[in-house]
């Protein structure tokens, strides 16, 4: 009953405030609405068009905060979705590096330091680096840390590499 179709194949899904973003490749959408509630009332409304030029490439590239939506546009590009709907390329300073890295496989929030980690591994998939940005001051900072995962713990870095996990 709760339906909602998109006009290209959903490539993630982030929540804004009381509104869901979807992407596709192509594009990004504002799906308006309350949703299913648990006693069976509440739509979700056609979705709006947020930004025609480009969406996202793959989910574990989504990471939502109080800055906006992160995601990767391409893949050498990452982008933000600024609260009220405009996108902006926040990546250029490491272009170069995701160009090497371009799959990203897990991406977080960091709530204690304010760090979005994207955990970025090379087209043969046999090594990576974390590419962090400090939402607080807008740098970018490489470290060359091989991580298959990364997730927040108690607003700390917790990342997988080589079947360990460790707590930054």
């Known amino acids: 009953a709760f339906t909602l179709r998109l006009p290209a194949p959903c490539t993630g899904v982030a ?3 009381d509104t ?5 490749r ?7 609405g309350a949703g299913p509630a ?7 409304f056609p979705p709006q068009t947020l930004y ?6 793959d989910w574990r590239s989504i990471v939502s905060c109080g800055a906006g939506i992160f ?3 391409e893949a050498d590009k990452l982008y ?9 390329w926040v990546g250029e300073a490491v272009q170069d590096t995701l160009t090497l890295y371009p799959t990203i496989v897990g991406a977080c929030l960091c709530s204690a330091t304010q760090q979005v980690v994207f955990s970025c591994r090379n087209t ?4 990576g680096v974390l590419l962090i940005h400090d939402v607080s001051t807008g740098y970018w900072y490489t470290d060359d840390i091989d991580a298959t995962s990364v997730t927040e713990y108690q607003g700390r870095l917790a990342r997988l590499s080589e079947g360990v996990i460790t707590l930054q």
């Open 20 to 24: 869901y973003v979807a992407f596709t």
């Open 52 to 57: 025609a030029d480009g969406g996202c490439i």
């Open 71 to 73: 995601f990767q546009l």
């Open 124 to 127: 043969t998939d046999d090594t």
């Open 26 to 32: 192509d594009a990004i959408y504002s799906i308006p």
């Open 15 to 17: 929540a804004s405030g």
């Open 80 to 88: 933000v979705l600024r609260p009220g709907g405009e996108t902006e």
């Open 38 to 44: 648990r006693n069976g009332t509440g739509e979700f």
